[in-house]
Nanobody, 128 residues
């Protein structure tokens, strides 16, 4: 199984930046992509960003497009989420996830189905 560990969360002021990291124990045959979700209290866990292992395609939720950048370091099996221009509405627990093959972007972005491995989450709090 893939084990995922997030780090880098914290408290920042609006307009500030954070970089989240997700270290994966290994890439499995079933893992076709990695991504980030977030969940605020009382809300559903929502898709934030994803990056595929093959093709290096990236996908972003409209709410973060232009502000967040997803990337990875293959040698380290580590994925990053650079978050700039943070807003109070970005406050949430951010979860790293790995998706099973085949990866269909539209489905992966709209459902947690196929995202079979999850980290424990890291808290991001943006003050106003």
């Amino acid at each position: 199984q893939v084990q995922l560990v997030e780090s880098g969360g914290g408290l920042v002021q609006a307009g500030g930046s954070l970089r989240l990291s997700c270290a994966a124990s290994r890439r499995t045959f079933s893992s076709s992509a990695m991504g980030w979700f977030r969940q605020a209290p009382g809300k559903e866990r929502e898709f934030v960003a994803a990056i595929t292992w093959s093709g290096d395609s990236t996908y972003y939720a409209d709410s973060v497009k232009g502000r967040f950048t997803i990337s990875r370091d293959d040698a380290k099996n580590t994925m990053y989420l650079q978050m700039n221009s943070l807003k109070p509405e970005d406050t949430a627990v951010y979860y790293c996830a790995a998706h099973s093959s085949p990866f269909h972007a539209s489905q992966a972005m709209s459902s947690r189905s196929g995202w079979n491995y999850w980290g424990q989450g890291t808290q991001v709090t943006v003050s106003s």
